[in-house]
């Protein structure tokens, strides 16, 4: 039972456009969610987070939304540049645990 | 530097010899994982620490032993090793797991069992 779900396993973006990375979810108790990107081979690094009981966080080029009604969060990219290209993972936190996504891989062409 | 260590980095070995990964981590971090990842799936987790001396199974701790005697440190145990382990393995830790406080993760260790 996946709890947290990236149902596109790829995106492609051109430079200096947006990228919309999407995430849904089916427990109603995760209270914190956290995107992380990870290149092949390594360990996801911490990217940006968002507590359920707000429905916007911004970090500079990064924006997360929280749609809870709809048990959906997405990462927003703007203006993607080549070095976001990497696989981007979204993660749950459950009382003591995180969840993870299976990740989705962004390219951002050039 | 503040980092998580793993080693070994890449292993293969056979079915039922017993082996350790281990995790070190110099944050002074309470709170430590083991994750493994396997093609098409998210990270899953294998045991968790919340402290010295504390530990709890995850979402898949069958084949899988962790000890936590001190706090920096959090090996993962495989008694006796299965080809099904075949897998790529992350050790986290983090300050405190609440309000959502990030993980940091280590480099991973390529496990392969014939």
Same mark, same amino acid.
């Given at each position: 039972d996946q709890q947290v779900k990236q149902n596109s396993p790829s995106l492609s973006v051109q430079?200096?456009? *947006?990228? *919309?990375?999407?995430?849904?979810?089916t427990n109603s108790m995760f209270d914190y969610f956290l995107w992380y990107k990870k290149y092949p081979a390594e360990g996801p690094t911490f990217l940006i987070s968002i507590s359920s009981i707000k429905d916007k966080n911004e970090d500079g080029r990064f924006t997360v939304f929280l749609n809870k009604s709809a048990k959906h969060l997405s990462l927003h990219i703007v203006p993607s540049q080549p070095g976001d290209s990497a696989v981007y993972v979204c993660a749950a936190f459950n009382g003591n645990k995180l969840v993870f996504g299976a990740g989705t891989i962004l390219r951002v062409k050039s | 530097e503040a980092q998580v260590t793993q080693n070994p980095r890449y292993l293969i070995t056979v079915t039922g010899k017993k082996l350790t990964v281990t995790c070190s981590q110099n944050m002074n971090h309470e709170y430590m994982s083991w994750y493994r990842q396997?093609? #098409? &799936? #998210? &990270?899953?987790?294998?045991?968790y620490s919340m402290n010295v001396e504390v530990t709890d199974k995850g979402d898949v701790p069958e084949g899988y032993k962790v000890s936590r @005697?001190? @706090?920096? =440190?959090?090996p993962l145990i495989l008694e006796s090793p299965s080809p099904n382990q075949t897998s790529l393995y992350f050790c986290a830790s983090s300050s405190r797991l609440a #309000?959502? =406080?990030e993980q940091f993760f280590g480099p991973g260790t390529r496990l392969t069992v014939l």
């Open positions: 430079e200096g456009r *947006i990228s *919309i990375l999407n995430c849904d979810y | 396997d093609p #098409g &799936l #998210g &990270l899953r987790q294998i045991y @005697k001190e @706090k920096r =440190n959090f #309000g959502g =406080n």
